[in-house]
């Protein structure tokens, strides 16, 4: 299905962005190219539909802790059509989304290492695959002190990078 995909992406940056509680310009913008990026898939639905909700909060010009509430409303409303959330493929889409949602603010703060972390640990049947298991050793990692440093945040930039360059 060629919008399980995006989907999942958005999925993962939604999350992504909110894991700190705050809303950049720069994850706005994120989710504003993720919608460019997109548009294209807009002929069919169930994805119109959801691409129309989605894009009418988007098209307010910011996005508003409730709204990022409704967005994720909109996600689980339509995850059962768009996406096959059990697959080893969509969660690499997830975990590749929550990256872009977490490098859109270009800063990578300890809420969102925690709120990431606690989410490969949920989903723990991936953690003994690869990049689960790799991501969650890092993670454990940076989190022994309970704070990014900046040699750290430079390292996850780098790695959150080598994971959205994964082909799934």
């Known amino acids: 299905?060629?919008?399980q995909?995006?989907?999942?992406?958005?999925?993962?940056?939604?999350?992504g962005i909110s894991s700190d509680?705050?809303?950049?310009?720069?994850?706005?913008?994120?989710?504003?190219?993720?919608?460019?990026?997109?548009?294209g898939l807009c002929q069919e639905s169930p994805f119109k539909e959801f691409f129309d909700e989605v894009k009418s909060i988007l098209d307010g010009g910011t996005v508003t802790s409730e709204e990022l509430d409704e967005m994720k409303a909109i996600l689980k409303k339509?995850?059962?059509?768009?996406?096959?959330?059990?697959?080893?493929?969509?969660?690499?889409?997830?975990?590749?989304?929550?990256?872009?949602?977490?490098?859109a603010d270009e800063q990578i703060n300890k809420y969102e290492i925690y709120v990431l972390k606690k989410w490969?640990?949920?989903?723990?049947?991936?953690?003994?695959?690869?990049?689960?298991?790799?991501?969650?050793a890092i993670l454990t990692d940076v989190?022994?002190?309970?704070?990014?440093?900046?040699?750290?945040?430079?390292?996850?930039?780098k790695y959150f990078l080598e994971i959205l360059k994964l082909e799934v």
């Open 1 to 3: 299905m060629k919008t």
């Open 5 to 15: 995909k995006p989907f999942n992406h958005f999925k993962g940056i939604i999350y």
């Open 120 to 136: 490969l640990e949920e989903n723990k049947t991936m953690l003994g695959l690869s990049p689960f298991k790799e991501m969650h």
């Open 21 to 39: 509680g705050r809303i950049s310009r720069g994850q706005f913008e994120e989710m504003k190219l993720w919608c460019q990026a997109h548009k």
């Open 78 to 103: 339509y995850e059962s059509e768009l996406s096959v959330s059990e697959t080893v493929e969509s969660r690499i889409q997830m975990l590749q989304g929550i990256c872009y949602g977490i490098l």
């Open 143 to 157: 989190m022994e002190d309970g704070q990014v440093d900046i040699k750290e945040e430079k390292e996850l930039k």
